[in-house]
């Protein structure tokens, strides 16, 4: 490092020490799903490896990354370190372990993987399917009058792109049966096989687990807990906890809620499911990071876009200042605290 790098590198800190300085104040929680080895047209709000890579090499020079349970309690008692930040992954994607993992390990990076455990060992998220379905779907005019979307032609990359994501908006808030037998309609409108490796094996959920990645719940499913009986949210928690208890040898602490927008994801009864469960926190995809006031069940968090780590560190400063995210009221309202 030369003289003129050094001091960039120590205003920049500087810079992230006034953003977050710690004790009481922001804990930015950042979110991931997958990581890709190379770009993909399909997906292009998933980052890669270079990119990952580049974000993870400038937080662990300018950020104290910490691991995500203990970054919340040291946040509830006031005595957060300066600098603070945690990382999270969601759903359980083998690129966590196959792209990912090695990406923390080489700068020595903590972070927690939310786990749904019907989809690990060959199974498929619904969107995953929605996407690969479209890939192979031959061009021309489809009819999709089953997911209420009528006929939709099919050609370029964009056409392909817009359709899976009106796809994935139809099913996502299905009941489970609804949405899977959905999802097998359209799997079986292609005639190749759709990829089924895309999620961690039971083995790799417990070797990432043994080197030290923690693994905490999302449900069994992946529904939607606002449009979920309680009988069936309770069931979709409680297996989870302990599926992932029996994985990995550790009750999970924190819990994810699936899709995670307040009041349209999850509602007050959710909540009061998970504390039932015996979790001692969970984080939402409300936009903006948790302070001391942030409720424990409710702690926001945001995934960045930006590609290059100057820009990504430009976000981390600017999440500084939304620090009061809409969130859950008592009455069962959305608003900001």
Not at 44 to 53: G, H, K, S, V, Y
Not at 105 to 134: H, N, Q, W
Not at 219 to 235: F, Q
Request: a negative charge; glycine letters at 6%; hydrophobic letters at 40%.
């Amino acid at each position: 490092m030369t003289v003129a790098t050094g001091f960039i590198d120590a205003l920049m800190r500087a810079a992230a020490r006034f953003a977050y300085p710690g004790r009481a104040a922001s804990l930015p929680i950042i979110v991931h799903h997958r990581v890709l080895e190379t770009p993909d047209p399909l997906l292009p709000d998933t980052i890669d490896a270079r990119t990952m890579d580049d974000h993870f090499e400038m937080l662990s020079r300018l950020f104290n990354v910490l691991p995500l349970d203990e970054a919340i309690d040291m946040a509830a008692e006031g005595r957060l370190p300066p600098r603070a930040v945690t990382l999270t992954f969601d759903d359980g994607y083998r690129d966590n372990v196959d792209v990912a993992l090695p990406i923390m390990k080489k700068y020595r990076l903590p972070a927690t993987i939310y786990l749904s455990t019907s989809f690990i060992d060959g199974g498929r998220m619904f969107c995953d399917t929605t996407v690969e379905a479209m890939r192979r779907m031959p061009s021309g005019e489809v009819d999709l009058g089953a997911f209420g979307l009528g006929r939709r032609e099919i050609g370029d990359t964009g056409s392909r792109l817009r359709v899976a994501n009106e796809l994935t908006a139809a099913v996502k808030d299905r009941p489970v049966a609804e949405r899977d037998e959905l999802c097998d309609r359209l799997e079986h409108m292609v005639d190749s096989p759709l990829p089924d490796d895309l999620m961690m094996t039971s083995d790799q959920v417990r070797r990432v687990s043994r080197e030290g990645i923690t693994i905490s719940g999302h449900t069994v499913n992946h529904p939607n807990m606002a449009l979920t009986d309680i009988e069936t949210a309770r069931r979709e928690i409680v297996q989870n906890r302990d599926d992932i208890a029996a994985l990995t040898g550790r009750a999970p602490r924190s819990f994810a809620y699936p899709f995670g927008k307040p009041g349209t994801d999850y509602s007050n009864e959710t909540i009061a499911l998970v504390r039932e469960a015996g979790y001692s926190s969970a984080v939402s995809m409300s936009w903006g990071v948790a302070t001391v006031d942030t409720q424990r069940y409710q702690l926001p968090r945001f995934g960045p876009a930006e590609r290059s780590d100057n820009a990504f560190y430009a976000r981390m400063l600017k999440m500084a200042r939304h620090s009061n995210p809409p969130l859950l009221t008592d009455s069962g309202d959305v608003a900001a605290r």
